[in-house]
């Protein structure tokens, strides 16, 4: 069978010597081949203006800079390092190595003002390309499962439909809706379960955003289309989150905020700290609502953000950059990391991110009021335990994907493959033991249903590795027997995790991304497995078990639904392709009872090979079924009619929020306000 495939040639700008004599240009930098050979300089050209321009922007600003640096300029600047080189990770000094620099109040890069003016007339804004047209816009398109056609339309781009977020229409703003009650209850929530997990506000900063709203009177002209911004995907995260009745109307609602704050999006999304931590806070929300964006897009451009500001290298030690200033940067920088390793190894995709060798050290433990613009009392109280450990795990992930399915090479202390699967098993065993001997050595009450969360965490975490490091992959195509049956074990142990984390108490973050495609993964390795292995599965499990874990998978994909429907399509599928492997594997175990019996009655046999066959499929490929099948769905995107739904007058009867009493729940936060 023949496939029309169009071939792609990368387009290259030409350099002016080609353009101006019409000649192909091959647009190696620094410069072409033609160039080369005639011996003569280089350079680009820009259509804009018409003239010459640099080819390399790096080069360019190396020689204006050390035009700069020259002593006969008007202006000299002294050097203070190559924008490439790795400053080494100071985990607890800050102390002042004599570096003359200044620390930017606006943007947070470590750069001399001089350089950061180059940089601004030179380079975009990385979260937007003019006020009005952000390129944020080109994300805002729901996260679609995977799919053999590909990509299947969005109506989310098209600025004419009524529901379009690029374009949306104008209606009566849900924040206002929240009642002064209710609100209390879900910030609190937000403070005490989801910040600690995803720090990328400061305690303060989000509280001050919140006040500005709903303490107006104390706050009087505070409010800002940033602190709007803010509190709305705040309250829409902690309603998603918090509801355990009522899950569509709430999620309908949370939609809702969302889509209105989109409306400061050009505001918002600048091209500095604080727009970093705006389009985060988007992502943590684009988890519990995967249909909103696409999560591959939206953090593949959070990532290019954080290599533009630096964030991906420590800063030198200097008096003049703050130890709060230090650990926020830290801060954005794996929750950005962990964001992107998340989405990225599901879709089999490389991390733009560095994965090993990270030169920046993970921020404080401690809770957000001991952190504050005077310094830091490291003996304050350890509330953010949960965002190392998780990003422990996904660097554990990261490193499994990287070595088995992108190439690269197996860490050099490692002799052999083996050696390094070996190594992988013990680092997650080891991972999942600290969580266990932490959560028994915790004294503190109030933590305890955090630790219970963070065991359930671990419980999934820990098969989930196993799963990724024994499937099949490009560097190990055909596992043995043994790591198919550990692939298979396991994967039903993320599931059954993954169901109970959805059925989990009020206020446990229930995010739906990463449970909907784990799962559909580990169904995949599950049906491979149990096609290929039935002689071995037989010898070590009866049929009522079997029967019981194919069902784990469907109740799993059922729960997933209530939060996005799209698992619903997950769940057909799987059924549908368990319905033929399920049968197969009963007419085998059928074969095996009658070659027992008639096997008493003749002589005895020892050796039994290609007595059973076993089916060789690429079943890898249902990572790529058609999930959202554009010949019977109207829509591929999960969108809510939020406007069909009125905003309840008991948010508590409505959605069973649960919340602690509001004179406790509002000493938490408006003290904070205050220090």
């Given at each position: 069978m023949q496939h029309n495939r169009t071939k792609v040639r990368r387009r290259v700008l030409a350099c002016a010597r080609c353009r101006k004599r019409k000649l192909s240009c091959d647009g190696k930098v620094p410069a072409c081949t033609r160039c080369v050979d005639a011996g003569v300089s280089c350079v680009g050209f820009d259509s804009s203006t018409q003239r010459e321009a640099p080819r390399s922007i790096a080069d360019y600003l190396e020689a204006y800079i050390a035009s700069l640096e020259d002593p006969r300029s008007p202006t000299p600047l002294r050097r203070i390092g190559r924008p490439s080189e790795i400053f080494p990770s100071p985990a607890a000094s800050h102390d002042s190595e004599g570096h003359s620099v200044k620390w930017g109040a606006e943007n947070g890069t470590y750069a001399d003002s001089l350089v950061n003016q180059v940089m601004e007339d030179v380079t975009p804004s990385f979260l937007g390309i003019s006020k009005m047209r952000p390129i944020l816009s080109c994300v805002v398109k729901g996260t679609q499962l995977p799919s053999r056609k590909g990509l299947v339309g969005s109506t989310d781009l098209d600025?004419?439909?009524?529901?379009?977020?690029?374009?949306?229409?104008?209606?009566?703003?849900?924040?206002?809706?929240?009642?002064?009650?209710?609100?209390?209850?879900?910030?609190?929530?937000?403070?005490?379960?989801?910040?600690?997990?995803?720090?990328?506000?400061?305690?303060?900063?989000?509280?001050?955003?919140?006040?500005?709203?709903?303490?107006?009177?104390?706050?009087?002209?505070?409010?800002?289309?940033?602190?709007?911004?803010?509190?709305?995907?705040?309250?829409?995260?902690?309603?998603?989150?918090?509801?355990?009745?009522?899950?569509?109307?709430?999620?309908?609602?949370?939609?809702?905020?969302?889509?209105?704050?989109?409306?400061?999006?050009?505001?918002?999304?600048?091209?500095?700290?604080?727009?970093?931590?705006?389009?985060?806070?988007?992502?943590?929300?684009?988890?519990?609502?995967?249909?909103?964006?696409?999560?591959?897009?939206?953090?593949?451009?959070?990532?290019?953000?954080?290599?533009?500001?630096?964030?991906?290298?420590?800063?030198?030690?200097?008096?003049?950059?703050?130890?709060?200033?230090?650990?926020?940067?830290?801060?954005?920088?794996?929750?950005?990391?962990?964001?992107?390793?998340?989405?990225?190894?599901?879709?089999?995709?490389?991390?733009?991110?560095?994965?090993?060798?990270?030169?920046?050290?993970?921020?404080?433990?401690?809770?957000?009021?001991?952190?504050?613009?005077?310094?830091?009392?490291?003996?304050?109280?350890?509330?953010?335990?949960?965002?190392?450990?998780?990003?422990?795990?996904?660097?554990?992930?990261?490193?499994?994907?990287?070595?088995?399915?992108?190439?690269?090479?197996?860490?050099?202390?490692?002799?052999?493959?083996?050696?390094?699967?070996?190594?992988?098993?013990?680092?997650?065993?080891?991972?999942?033991?600290?969580?266990?001997?932490?959560?028994?050595?915790?004294?503190?009450?109030?933590?305890?249903?955090?630790?219970?969360?963070?065991?359930?965490?671990?419980?999934?975490?820990?098969?989930?590795?196993?799963?990724?490091?024994?499937?099949?992959?490009?560097?190990?195509?055909?596992?043995?027997?043994d790591q198919q049956m550990t692939a298979f074990?396991?994967?039903?142990?993320?599931?059954?995790?993954?169901?109970?984390?959805?059925?989990?108490?009020?206020?446990?973050?229930?995010?739906?991304?990463?449970?909907?495609?784990?799962?559909?993964?580990?169904?995949?390795?599950?049906?491979?497995?149990?096609?290929?292995?039935?002689?071995?599965?037989?010898?070590?499990?009866?049929?009522?078990?079997?029967e019981d874990w194919m069902d784990h998978f469907s109740r799993c994909f059922s729960t997933i639904a209530e939060r996005w429907t799209a698992a619903t399509r997950c769940q057909e599928e799987y059924e549908r392709l368990l319905a033929g492997i399920k049968e197969e594997y009963r007419e085998f175990l059928a074969q095996r009872t009658s070659f027992v019996s008639h096997s008493h009655l003749a002589a005895p046999m020892t050796d039994t090979t290609g007595l059973y066959t076993y089916p060789v499929s690429d079943m890898d490929d249902i990572n790529f079924w058609t999930v959202f099948n554009p010949t019977t769905a109207t829509e591929t995107i999960e969108t809510f009619n939020a406007s069909t739904y009125k905003v309840p007058y008991d948010w508590n009867e409505e959605f069973s929020l649960e919340f602690v009493p509001l004179q406790e729940a509002e000493q938490k936060f408006v003290t904070t306000a205050q220090i």
């Open positions: 600025e004419n439909h009524p529901r379009s977020i690029i374009n949306p229409q104008p209606f009566t703003n849900c924040l206002n809706g929240i009642d002064y009650k209710t609100a209390v209850g879900l910030f609190n929530n937000y403070l005490d379960r989801i910040i600690t997990q995803y720090p990328i506000y400061h305690r303060n900063d989000v509280t001050a955003a919140f006040n500005s709203i709903y303490y107006p009177v104390s706050n009087p002209g505070q409010e800002t289309p940033r602190h709007r911004y803010i509190v709305s995907i705040i309250m829409a995260i902690s309603l998603s989150t918090a509801a355990r009745t009522n899950q569509r109307q709430a999620n309908a609602l949370a939609y809702t905020l969302v889509r209105q704050a989109m409306h400061f999006i050009p505001e918002v999304a600048t091209n500095d700290i604080s727009g970093l931590q705006a389009i985060l806070l988007l992502t943590q929300y684009i988890f519990l609502n995967p249909s909103m964006a696409d999560l591959w897009l939206l953090t593949g451009l959070i990532s290019q953000a954080v290599i533009d500001l630096g964030l991906h290298q420590e800063l030198p030690n200097d008096a003049n950059i703050s130890p709060y200033q230090r650990d926020m940067r830290r801060r954005l920088f794996w929750c950005a990391w962990e964001m992107e390793v998340g989405v990225c190894c599901i879709f089999l995709r490389p991390v733009n991110l560095p994965i090993q060798r990270i030169d920046v050290a993970f921020p404080l433990e401690v809770d957000d009021t001991a952190i504050t613009q005077g310094g830091i009392n490291l003996n304050g109280r350890l509330s953010k335990f949960t965002s190392r450990r998780i990003c422990q795990f996904r660097m554990i992930e990261a490193e499994i994907y990287a070595v088995m399915r992108h190439g690269e090479p197996i860490p050099k202390e490692c002799p052999s493959l083996q050696h390094w699967m070996q190594r992988c098993e013990a680092s997650i065993l080891e991972w999942q033991r600290e969580i266990y001997a932490s959560e028994a050595a915790n004294q503190d009450p109030s933590f305890e249903a955090r630790w219970k969360e963070m065991k359930l965490y671990s419980d999934i975490a820990t098969p989930y590795i196993f799963v990724a490091l024994y499937r099949p992959h490009p560097m190990n195509p055909m596992p043995t027997i074990v396991n994967a039903v142990r993320v599931a059954d995790g993954y169901w109970q984390q959805s059925n989990a108490d009020y206020g446990r973050i229930k995010y739906v991304f990463h449970p909907c495609h784990h799962v559909f993964n580990c169904a995949n390795i599950f049906l491979q497995v149990l096609q290929r292995c039935k002689q071995e599965i037989a010898e070590r499990y009866q049929w009522q078990e079997i």
